[in-house]
């Protein structure tokens, strides 16, 4: 089989990386060309994403590409978080600097929306978890404050669409990243009008949903000559960064979960029609688009952004590092103190630790007095947060769970993915840890019919890597600890 090489851009919400992928034999080979950071800006008192430093980045992935590698890509994608939007005038010109999802503007804000369109039809419409970071609220926000954007808006992209759109000129929105927004209506593939109605904004602003694979275009003529890279199709991939990542489960048969770990912790399984009934809207889950037509019904609940939020404040004298922490913490008392980490004082403190000590003095319990014990409470925590979702997940769905897959960073916290197989009882695979970038490879090649199916997607990845298996220990002293953990969050 001759190599195919393929350009992946993933955009992360910390982390940014631009890879060459090479299939060749079965097998999927990655290369990191450029990684460089990302963050919102704190601007007159508001979260917004710096787009402009985004795609001058993106433009240096792409300088590098045809400066240093001799291979050519045949494709390239982007993939992105979710929810995030911009806004564009008539004449294609963006309007301000997107807001990000942490941004203040939306808290208190969902029973507000409420008031227009109660909670069980909105859950009806969509199928989507509520969290107030969903697109649906921050628009809501928008049109609250009555901001002067909404008068003249055009066209509505989310984050990935819009960095096509710079590459392509071209406005499309693909089916993974639209389930995110809570403006989809899975049973009626289209945007929901009663909620663009319930917000006073004409559904005329979004886009054509297209499916992941999709071929949008060749890279502008403009950029190709600014970058040196020839004008390659440009293809729509799974462009939510958990779409990609889990269409990279390298799994087979359908007894299996999964967690893509990373800032936050996406938690469930792979079905082929969403879920929505009183029960999932109880549990609130949600249901978001997949590849090949599948839905990931899951609950997205905190990741490792509570010891990141750490590290940051005690690495203010002197720096330490997130390997350092968990060798901290392998090595501090067991269970001294239980956190929920999906706690809504953990979203975006201004001190993570002193937020964590004021839940645990809330909660009755000894606050952690040091960084190992802190960072200990805080995987425990998450562990146990993942048992009590795969505890939801069976009363939702019959289908047996024999194994867990952990794709994404937070594969490398070994300590993490040991207490997960601990806490839920059963086994864990770890890996890839490039899941996200991986995936959005693999589409692109499922895209130009290189690959065929979804299937041969994780055949091929589970050929391609080394994976790291965990199975369950000290059970009986984690079900002790989930019996606290659920008299804590009840």
């Given at each position: 089989m001759q190599p195919h090489h393929f350009l992946a851009f993933d955009i992360g919400a910390s982390s940014c990386r631009t890879l060459l992928g090479t299939l060749q034999d079965e097998k999927i080979t990655t290369q990191e060309l450029h990684r460089f950071p990302n963050g919102v800006v704190d601007l007159l008192g508001s979260l917004r994403w710096n787009i402009l430093d985004l795609y001058e980045n993106i433009k240096q992935g792409m300088k590098i590409c045809a400066s240093e590698v001799t291979t050519r890509p045949e494709s390239m994608a982007v993939d992105t978080w979710g929810v995030d939007y911009a806004l564009f005038a008539s004449d294609g010109n963006l309007l301000g600097l997107p807001y990000g999802y942490r941004d203040h503007r939306t808290d208190g804000i969902m029973e507000e929306f409420f008031k227009l369109v109660p909670r069980d039809r909105v859950y009806e419409l969509t199928g989507i978890q509520f969290m107030q970071l969903n697109t649906l609220f921050q628009l809501f926000a928008m049109a609250r404050a009555k901001s002067p954007l909404l008068q003249v808006v055009s066209d509505l992209l989310f984050t990935p669409d819009m960095i096509s759109f710079f590459l392509t000129g071209i406005k499309k929105t693909e089916f993974t990243i639209a389930t995110t927004s809570q403006l989809y209506n899975p049973r009626k593939k289209d945007w929901e009008e009663e909620l663009f109605q319930a917000l006073g904004i004409s559904k005329d602003i979004m886009q054509e949903i297209i499916p992941p694979g999709t071929l949008l275009g060749n890279l502008l003529e403009s950029l190709s000559q600014e970058t040196g890279l020839k004008p390659i199709p440009v293809i729509a991939t799974a462009s939510h960064d958990t779409g990609s990542a889990v269409a990279a489960v390298p799994a087979e048969g359908s007894d299996w979960a999964y967690i893509s770990s990373g800032t936050w912790s996406l938690v469930g399984i792979e079905i082929p029609e969403p879920i929505i009934n009183r029960q999932s809207l109880a549990f609130n889950f949600t249901n978001e688009g997949g590849v090949g037509g599948t839905f990931r019904f899951l609950k997205n609940c905190m990741g490792l952004w509570p010891v990141?939020?750490?590290?940051?404040?005690?690495?203010?004298?002197?720096?330490?590092?997130?390997?350092?922490?968990?060798?901290?913490?392998?090595?501090?008392?067991?269970?001294?103190?239980?956190?929920?980490?999906?706690?809504?004082?953990?979203?975006?403190?201004?001190?993570?630790?002193?937020?964590?000590?004021?839940?645990?003095?809330?909660?009755?319990?000894?606050?952690?007095?040091?960084?190992?014990?802190?960072?200990?409470?805080?995987?425990?925590?998450?562990?146990?947060?993942?048992?009590?979702?795969?505890?939801?997940?069976?009363?939702?769905?019959?289908?047996?769970?024999?194994?867990?897959?952990?794709?994404?960073g937070g594969t490398q916290n070994r300590l993490l993915c040991q207490f997960t197989a601990d806490a839920t009882g059963i086994p864990v695979v770890a890996g890839p840890v490039e899941a996200t970038a991986i995936g959005n490879i693999m589409v692109q090649a499922m895209g130009l019919g290189i690959v065929k199916s979804p299937a041969e997607i994780r055949r091929i990845i589970a050929n391609s890597f080394e994976l790291e298996k965990y199975e369950p220990q000290d059970t009986k002293k984690w079900n002790e600890a989930y019996d606290r953990f659920m008299n804590i969050i009840q």
């Open positions: 990141q939020q750490c590290r940051k404040a005690w690495s203010t004298k002197k720096e330490i590092s997130f390997d350092e922490l968990t060798q901290l913490a392998a090595t501090a008392r067991p269970f001294a103190a239980i956190i929920d980490p999906d706690y809504q004082g953990f979203l975006n403190p201004p001190d993570m630790p002193e937020a964590i000590r004021a839940f645990c003095r809330a909660t009755g319990q000894k606050p952690p007095e040091n960084p190992a014990d802190m960072t200990r409470s805080i995987l425990e925590g998450l562990a146990l947060k993942y048992r009590y979702i795969f505890d939801q997940l069976k009363q939702l769905h019959p289908q047996p769970i024999r194994r867990i897959h952990i794709i994404g």
